[in-house]
């Protein structure tokens, strides 16, 4: 299934939630199917479905249906996303410190 | 003012709201006081108090009062979270496929 574009608010929002952390988490170690989420987390299948179905649309989960079964794995793209955003911001400010600490090298010359 | 101890379902909360991430981005080419990150965002002052602290409670902003005037800066602690623990899930997932392309090789050989 072609995971939408996402845009950074779907992903953070995504993030920001401890159950579907704990899905990532679960993904990381390798594909799994949504019914085998469902038991370490212990909550519903409905809930789990619901979960993913975000995490998807987050583009930070694929899904893939193979007779009946649907597997879930990790999609890279999401969280490419968020750490450009976050390191580009980082990029922003460490370059206005090093300005400052220039200026004040300067201003002790 | 000390910034509690924030947790990363706060900081993905936090980055998952466009206005925030305006007030990050705008913090980040330096400190500014909260009644001028009104202005462009052309919000009011109190939804402006309201994101900050939200992003204080996060961990993502400090803020500091002098006299009658808040200022507001970014502060690394909450991004540093979230890129963490963004990286040692990558690393868990990449480590996994490394495990897999060895084992591709081997059955090659």
Redesign the interface.
């Known amino acids: 299934m072609i995971t939408q574009r996402a845009s950074?608010?779907?992903?953070?929002?995504a993030?920001?939630?401890?159950t579907r952390?704990a899905i990532?988490?679960k993904?990381?170690?390798?594909p799994v199917s949504v019914s085998m989420l469902a038991k370490p987390l212990n909550i519903t299948l409905a809930a789990v479905v619901q979960h993913v179905q975000v995490l998807q649309e987050s583009g930070l989960v694929r899904t893939e249906k193979v007779g009946r079964v649907r597997t879930c794995s990790?999609e890279?793209a999401g969280?490419s996303l968020?750490?450009r955003?976050?390191?580009d911001?980082?990029s922003?400010?460490e370059r206005?410190l090093d300005r400052l600490g220039d200026l004040l090298a300067e201003t002790e010359e």
């Open positions: 950074i608010d779907q992903v953070f929002h993030l920001g939630d401890a952390r990532i988490e993904l990381s170690e390798g990790i890279p969280f968020a750490e955003w976050i390191s911001r980082r922003l400010w206005r």
